[in-house]
């Protein structure tokens, strides 16, 4: 087992040497975006060893003599000397970040890693515009949904900048009953109204989610009526 995840990070090494001999033949304009794309390309594909490995480059590059295996990844990037620093919250130009790319990939491992290295759980979906709690409820991802709220159950009823939409709304929208659930018990809200008005209850019974709806009005009686 040893010798295969040695083989297993010599081989990531290689291939990560080969994209950096790439993006180290491209202009200024070009470097830093391609950088940041293979980056999160890295984390969609779920190789977190090499992500760990990226992030932790200056550790890296400091304890390579005392650990022959992260000796041998050292040298690989100081040789190249990246000029952009890839963090837990790099973005592309088209505002994809690393939770964001971790969430929608199902990449619910390095989704931990990230929010333990300092990762916004504020970042916002560049297409929804929502928070990457929103983006787990659209996507169904129920693991996501459970780690962000032990990172933070202060984001529960946390209402979109665009159109009010809480991450409740989401869920609702499609029809992801075990979300709904967990977010009922961290206090979810299904009273809050969004900017046109509508409640989580309201689009519950709108789209006919009968069973979703019952979950609903069992919970507004919870916060609302003792």
């Given at each position: 087992m040893k010798k295969i995840l040695i083989w297993l990070l010599l081989f990531n090494i290689i291939v990560f040497s080969e994209e950096i001999d790439l993006l180290k033949q491209m202009?200024?304009?070009?470097?830093?975006?391609?950088?940041?794309?293979?980056?999160?390309?890295?984390?969609?594909?779920?190789?977190?060893?090499?992500?760990?490995?990226?992030?932790?480059?200056e550790k890296n590059r400091q304890q390579r003599q005392q650990n022959a295996v992260e000796?041998?990844?050292?040298?690989?990037?100081?040789r190249r000397q990246m000029r952009v620093q890839l963090t837990v919250n790099s973005r592309n130009r088209q505002g994809y970040t690393p939770i964001i790319v971790a969430i929608e990939s199902g990449n619910n491992e390095m989704l931990s890693e990230l929010l333990k290295?300092?990762?916004?759980?504020?970042?916002?979906?560049?297409?929804?515009?929502?928070?990457?709690?929103?983006?787990?409820?659209y996507y169904g991802n129920t693991e996501a949904v459970k780690i962000l709220l032990e990172h933070n159950k202060n984001i529960v009823n946390y209402q979109s900048d665009n159109d009010g939409w809480t991450p409740l709304d989401d869920a609702v929208l499609k029809g992801h009953i075990q979300i709904v659930k967990i977010l009922l018990e961290y206090g979810a809200d299904p009273r809050v109204p969004n900017f046109k008005d509508e409640t989580p209850i309201d689009m519950a019974t709108k789209f006919g989610?009968?069973?979703?709806?019952?979950?609903?009005?069992?919970?507004?009686?919870?916060?609302?009526?003792?």
């Open positions: 202009d200024d304009s070009k470097y830093e975006e391609n950088a940041v794309n293979f980056f999160l390309d890295t984390i969609r594909k779920k190789n977190n060893l090499l992500v760990i490995n990226i992030l932790d480059v000796g041998a990844y050292g040298p690989v990037i100081e290295r300092g990762a916004s759980v504020y970042e916002k979906h560049p297409v929804f515009g929502r928070l990457a709690l929103h983006t787990a409820c989610k009968g069973e979703i709806v019952k979950l609903l009005r069992d919970q507004d009686k919870k916060l609302h009526w003792n």
